[in-house]
């Protein structure tokens, strides 16, 4: 098992380590890019999760009652979240399944519960805008959206653009400053 980095700083520098490729990539934006930062690379290690949401619970407004991670990258973040805060979690689909019981929302959500969106990696914010119409439409309110990595592409204004409060863990800048 792998030790958790103790500062953000080496937290920066691993997650650089394991999850930063450089090469040709189609984003979920459709945008090329000639790096990425592979998610899952430091969402499937223990320690760099553990250290990741360590610093993430740390900022979790006061008056969320509720987690919201979409499908795939944010469900891990959600999960480590809400076993670490407390707070339970809800998983947004892109779209309702077809079959079972046909819902894009898993998990119990309530009208006027107040949720924080939790998202792996920001590039334009559109994931993360239609996530939070998702949640909006079934009653939630929905005021932040919190990230491990905003490539600074646009999301962070796309994200406010839409009367929310945006924060990241890290940026890209500061990532590639300290490589």
């Given at each position: 098992?792998?030790?958790?980095?103790?500062?953000?700083?080496?937290?920066?520098?691993k997650?650089?380590?394991?999850?930063?490729?450089?090469?040709?990539?189609?984003?979920?934006?459709?945008?090329?890019?000639?790096?990425?930062?592979?998610?899952?690379?430091?969402?499937?290690?223990p320690?760099?999760?553990?250290?990741?949401?360590?610093?993430?619970?740390?900022?979790?407004?006061?008056?969320?009652?509720?987690?919201?991670?979409?499908?795939?990258?944010?469900?891990?973040?959600?999960?480590?979240?809400?076993?670490?805060?407390?707070?339970?979690?809800?998983?947004?689909?892109?779209?309702?399944?077809?079959?079972?019981?046909?819902?894009?929302?898993?998990?119990?959500?309530?009208?006027?519960?107040?949720?924080?969106?939790?998202?792996?990696?920001?590039?334009?914010?559109?994931?993360?805008?239609?996530?939070?119409?998702?949640?909006?439409?079934?009653?939630?309110?929905?005021?932040?959206?919190?990230?491990?990595?905003?490539?600074?592409?646009?999301?962070r204004?796309?994200?406010?653009?839409?009367?929310?409060?945006?924060?990241?863990?890290?940026?890209?800048?500061?990532?590639?400053?300290?490589?």
């Amino acid at each position: 098992m792998t030790a958790s980095p103790s500062t953000k700083e080496e937290l920066g520098k691993k997650i650089m380590e394991v999850a930063y490729k450089r090469g040709e990539f189609i984003l979920s934006s459709g945008k090329k890019s000639d790096y990425i930062f592979d998610k899952y690379a430091f969402e499937t290690q223990p320690g760099l999760l553990n250290a990741i949401t360590d610093y993430l619970a740390g900022m979790i407004p006061p008056d969320t009652k509720r987690l919201a991670g979409m499908e795939v990258g944010g469900i891990p973040l959600a999960t480590a979240l809400s076993v670490k805060t407390g707070l339970p979690f809800v998983i947004i689909r892109k779209t309702a399944k077809g079959h079972g019981i046909t819902r894009q929302i898993e998990g119990h959500l309530s009208k006027g519960d107040e949720v924080l969106l939790i998202e792996d990696v920001i590039t334009t914010g559109g994931q993360s805008a239609n996530g939070v119409g998702i949640l909006r439409s079934a009653g939630a309110v929905v005021n932040k959206v919190l990230c491990v990595i905003d490539r600074e592409e646009g999301g962070r204004e796309n994200i406010k653009s839409k009367d929310l409060v945006f924060d990241a863990l890290f940026t890209r800048s500061a990532l590639i400053a300290q490589k």
